[in-house]
């Protein structure tokens, strides 16, 4: 798929960084913060919502955001909650567009994972999964449900944060400590702005002060 919603070169670096500056992304980046290479999203109410007769469609923005974060080389898959013993057959029969699962590498059915969202078994599972070894700490997941992002503020026991993923939570409940970030429910394309602003800070070198890396 073609990237729709994101301007080029340095204009669109420079808007991303403006709105980190300004906070327009609710949440902050910590000190030394890790670049994030993967990101998981939740399925239902995140990616595809109900259109009726049991079926469900893509929400708004949710292929433009696709397409913006493999454009920068984000690693992309899906963690979901379905019934017992369904398999991806099962859950492309309810998608209007089912071929919109191929732009995933990696696609979780709690069916058939060792456990269901919120367990942290879900998660270190779909960590494993990905074709690249990339270090937890520098995985994000989206999802509009916070308890599957973190039970509690300082040392999580569930949710994706309990094994060290960045949690993005889609609300338009004011922000929460259970989660790093919070966007809203109309603008998922806001992920990207966090991932990418995050990743070009890093690379940059402004969280150390070393400025070797500027160009």
């Known amino acids: ?9 340095s204009t669109r670096r420079g808007m991303i960084l403006s709105l980190l500056i300004v906070g327009a992304v609710a949440g902050s980046l910590p000190a030394q913060a890790q670049p994030i290479q993967a990101v998981f999203f939740d399925l239902g109410d995140t990616l595809v919502e109900d259109a009726g007769g049991g079926m469900f469609g893509l929400r708004a923005g949710a292929a433009e955001t696709v397409d913006a974060f493999q454009a920068l080389g984000i690693e992309l898959g899906i963690i979901t909650n379905v019934p017992a ?17 191929d732009e995933f590498s990696v696609l979780v059915l709690s069916s058939q994972a060792p456990a269901s969202k919120p367990d942290p078994a879900i998660y270190t599972f779909a960590h494993d999964q990905l074709a690249i070894a990339i270090p937890i700490t520098e995985v994000a997941f989206v999802g509009e449900t916070l308890g599957e992002i973190a039970n509690a503020e300082i040392n999580p026991t569930e949710g994706c944060r309990a ?3 960045v949690g993005i939570h889609l609300s338009d409940a004011a922000p929460s400590p259970l989660t790093d970030f919070t966007i809203p429910t109309d603008d998922l394309m806001q992920a990207v702005v966090i991932v990418d602003g995050r990743n070009t800070i890093f690379v940059d070198g402004f969280e150390s002060g070393d400025t070797t890396g500027w160009d």
């Open 85 to 101: 013993g369904w398999t991806r057959d099962d859950l492309e029969a309810v998608l209007l567009q089912p071929e919109f699962l």
């Open 163 to 165: 094994v060290g993923m």
């Open 1 to 9: 798929m073609s990237v729709t919603n994101l301007a080029a070169g």
